[in-house]
């Protein structure tokens, strides 16, 4: 059967270049990728966007503002109409919020991973904080949407509350709380993620969701947390793995992947041999999710109720945590049913 679903949301990884080099980092971001697009190539990608129905494009890196050209791709989806957002580790931020204003950025997302002295220590840079604070505050009193963005482990797991006050009183208004994921840098470094630390996570965010006013900051879980108990915060409830269903991501080298925090060894098509389209539509692609049944949970999955709708959670967790797809063992139900 032919697959109808459309890529709504796509990751664009302008540069795999970057300025810092953060213990966390799942891609192991540095030096720019082998091949990376010219600027004709990004602008003939986005002109393919608006056949496929995408709704938003998220600018990654690396660190996408070391790409000078980024506002001429910004351009471009503008002219389509598709509204772009960034992450950015924020040390170029400052100069670049005229552009960022200019071109009507729908949100910059700015990595955070604690107070002054976590952060620093774990992106390895002195002094990195209160620059970053500085764009920060740049961008919004230019009125830049600005969001926070926290990959958590055991090194800042206990300063979120703390965290949280401090991005609150600077104007903050969504906070994205995330697990660090066991690649790249983050594997090599020892930071991955324990199952106490996680659950600390769930507690956390449980906790200022349902216990939030409208004089706390909008705090948005990511895929890797949950799913299915009382810590589980979304509503509706979690549906599966969206990537290769409903978004995919693009490398700075023109391949494609379900979602650009999987490993590179997991594309579906490079864009300089096929397009967009072509990708996405051929039968053999993103198999791991759009072919999916329950017979390919794994062992931290088999059996479960929830099999079916939930699809093992995230893929990226997953993998990244066992090697294969559908078998999360990060997961609020999949721990209290094993606890029994």
């Known amino acids: 059967m032919k697959f109808e679903g459309f890529p709504l949301i796509i990751g664009f990884e302008l540069t795999l270049m970057c300025n810092i080099r953060c213990r ?9 990728r082998e091949g990376e697009l010219d600027l004709h190539e990004m602008l003939d990608i986005c002109d393919q966007f608006p056949p496929l129905l995408v709704q938003e494009v998220d600018f990654t890196g690396g ?7 980024w506002p001429m791709i910004a351009e471009r989806l503008n002219k389509h109409k598709i509204p772009f957002r960034m992450v950015t580790n924020g040390l170029l931020l400052k100069e670049n919020v005229p552009a960022l204003s200019d071109l009507g950025i729908a949100t910059v997302g700015v990595s955070l991973d604690g107070l002054e002295e976590t952060h620093d220590r774990i992106r390895e840079r002195p002094g990195l904080f209160r620059k970053i604070i500085s764009g920060i505050e740049a ?27 401090f991005l609150y009183n600077l104007g903050i208004k969504h906070w994205q709380v995330q697990p660090t994921f066991a690649l790249g840098r983050a594997k090599e470094g020892s930071l991955d993620l324990s199952r106490s630390t996680f659950l600390e996570i769930g507690k956390f965010v449980h906790g200022n969701i349902m216990g939030c006013s409208d004089k706390c900051i909008g705090m948005v879980p990511a895929d890797g947390v949950g799913y299915f108990t009382e810590l ?42 096929r397009d967009l ?50 078998n999360d063992p990060y997961c609020f139900h999949g721990m209290q049913v094993r606890a029994r």
């Open 139 to 165: 961008a919004l009193d230019s009125g830049v949407p600005v969001a926070a963005i926290t990959a958590v482990n055991h090194l800042n797991v206990n300063e979120l509350p703390l965290l949280q006050s």
């Open 232 to 273: 589980d915060t979304r509503d509706p409830s979690w549906k599966g793995c969206s990537a290769g269903r409903a978004s995919c991501g693009i490398t700075s080298n023109g391949d494609i992947k379900g979602c650009l925090s999987l490993p590179d060894h997991l594309v579906e098509g490079n864009l300089r041999e």
């Open 63 to 69: 660190e996408p503002l070391l790409r000078s050209d």
């Open 277 to 326: 389209w072509s990708i996405w539509f051929s039968p053999d692609s993103f198999a791991y999710n759009r072919q999916y049944t329950s017979d390919d949970l794994g062992e931290f999955c088999t059996g479960c109720e929830f099999g079916e709708q939930c699809m093992g959670g995230c893929a990226v967790m997953s993998y990244s945590s066992t090697g294969r797809f559908h």
């Open 24 to 32: 966390h980092c799942a891609s192991s971001a540095g030096n720019p």
